[in-house]
């Protein structure tokens, strides 16, 4: 049942096991599923090579690839309720959206922010009613 994974996993992301623990591999498997099952009829990750993208509907992951601020277009939230996207830079590189429809990781209203201008960041936002909600990140 989705909603009890959501509560379990988002209790234990503050203390994971340590990679020495034998609980380490089955709780980073199980971390892998909560989020690749819902998104398992979506396609694979796209790369962004330019300053401007929008986000498909066959889009599963982005990776930012561009040297610059890239600014995302992504669905009006509350079309896609429940959708989940993961986005990373492999470049120093910001990403931000088109429209203030971003609530931080720390909650608060919509702005831009996405990832910050550093190789290896990574978000995972999931749409709300109003808002794309950073649900995890780095």
Same mark, same amino acid.
């Given at each position: 049942n #989705?909603?009890?994974?959501?509560?379990?996993?988002?209790?234990?992301?503050s203390?994971?096991?340590?990679?020495? /623990?034998p609980r380490f591999d089955d709780w980073m498997a199980n971390l892998w599923n909560f989020i690749?099952?819902?998104?398992s009829n979506q396609k694979d990750?796209?790369? *962004?090579?330019a300053a401007? /993208?929008?986000? #498909?509907?066959?889009?599963?992951? #982005? *990776?930012?690839?561009?040297?610059?601020?890239?600014?995302?277009? #992504?669905?009006?939230?509350s079309t896609c309720v429940g959708r989940r996207i993961i986005i990373k830079t492999i470049t120093a590189n910001t990403v931000v959206s088109a429209n203030s429809d971003v609530s931080a990781l720390a909650g608060g209203a919509g702005g831009t922010a996405i990832l910050a201008a550093t190789a290896g960041?990574?978000?995972f936002l999931e749409a709300g009613l109003t808002l794309w909600h950073v649900m995890m990140a780095n």
């Open positions: #989705l909603p009890a994974l959501v509560v379990f996993f988002m209790a234990n992301l203390q994971p096991p340590k990679k020495d /623990d690749r099952v819902p998104l990750y796209r790369v *962004i090579v401007t /993208d929008t986000l #498909l509907t066959t889009d599963y992951g #982005l *990776i930012a690839n561009f040297a610059g601020t890239v600014t995302l277009t #992504l669905p009006t939230s960041k990574f978000a």
